[in-house]
């Protein structure tokens, strides 16, 4: 059987671990595609840029994975955020 593949917000890039971490649609069912601290009733929690976006969640990172720097943790958020939904290009 094949494993799950593991989700992750559309806006962060934060995996979606456990059902916990899912945001929320404005009817309060859980939102599948963004994570609770982006996404909230139906709408982003902030009005951010992709760059303010990397500044945000780059302290998150390096404070989840120790053995990044701040700079590798900059960089890949460089590279993963352009390609989720909330920042690709129409």
Known sequence: M???EMAFCQSCGMPLAAPGLLGTNADGTPNKEYCLYCY??????A???MEEM???CV???VQAHPELSAQKAHEMM???????KRWRKP
């Open 2 to 4: 094949k494993e799950k």
């Open 40 to 45: 909230r009733e139906g709408d982003f929690t």
């Open 47 to 49: 009005d951010l840029t």
């Open 54 to 56: 990397i500044e945000t």
């Open 59 to 61: 302290p998150f990172m």
């Open 78 to 84: 460089r590279q993963v955020l352009p390609q989720l």
